[in-house]
């Protein structure tokens, strides 16, 4: 079946600027997860969905950062005003649902280049 | 607070050897621990997890990982490698929490 499916794979964008990075879950999974992966920093998490809420956000790492997940499939990973030290791939992950013995599937990402 | 480490940050190999990535991990209780595999310009793989049971787990392409409480560690191992496991391998950690602590990884290289 299809896997986790991330768009665009690929965005360049100004300094300032604000960018919308989609994610599109496996069919039928309920949780999902966004995180970020950059050189120095490795994998970090920014925040998580069951269903269309978001228990943990603790990742995110300014107010610059949103997301949202909306009818349960979708969501959005909104970066305001952005820095170059916002460049990084941004992972999108999903599972079946919430719970520490289910694996997460991950998207190929997108690569985010602030100039 | 939870925390993983991998402590090499690459591994080199010849092809048919044998090959262990490691990795130890910090949690308070019992952990879940996972290893995932990226090749370049991909997203993470699901290679195995142990979550409770039988401390050898077995997992996609050949590899195990062996759970050692004792030590706090989780192993990958995969008795012959191959050219094409040549890639980047993260390990995994979650104790009450959802969220996935990752390693900083390893690139493991096989040679011919």
């Known amino acids: 079946g299809a896997g986790v499916s991330q768009s665009p794979s690929n965005k360049v964008t100004e300094k300032g600027k604000d960018v919308e990075l989609r994610c599109d879950p496996i069919?039928?999974?309920?949780?999902l997860y966004w995180y970020r992966q950059s050189l120095g920093q490795g994998l970090e998490f920014l925040i998580y969905f069951q269903g269309n809420s978001a228990p943990d956000k603790s990742g995110l790492p300014s107010d610059r950062f949103s997301a949202e997940r909306t009818g349960g499939s979708v969501s959005t990973l909104t970066i305001q005003r952005t820095q170059q030290e916002d460049s990084a791939v941004y992972l999108c992950a999903s599972s079946p649902r919430t719970g520490m013995g289910y694996e997460q599937y991950f998207g190929p990402g997108t690569r985010l280049t602030v100039t | 607070a939870q925390s993983v480490a991998q402590p090499e940050d690459q591994v080199n190999v010849a092809e048919g050897n044998p090959l262990t990535v490691k990795c130890t991990y910090s949690?308070?209780?019992?952990?879940?621990l996972f290893w995932y595999v990226q090749y370049p310009n991909r997203g993470l793989q699901f290679l195995l997890k142990?979550?409770?049971?039988?401390?050898l787990v077995k997992g996609s392409y050949g590899f195990e990982a062996e759970f050692n409480k004792s030590q706090t560690s989780f192993h990958l191992k995969k008795p012959s490698a191959l050219v094409s496991d040549s890639a980047l391998y993260f390990c995994?950690?979650?104790?009450?929490?959802?969220?996935?602590?990752f390693g900083t990884g390893t690139r493991l290289q096989v040679f011919p």
């Open positions: 949690v308070s209780g019992n952990p879940y």
């Open positions: 142990y979550i409770t049971g039988d401390n």
């Open positions: 995994a950690v979650r104790h009450n929490t959802d969220k996935l602590i």
């Open positions: 069919s039928g999974h309920t949780a």
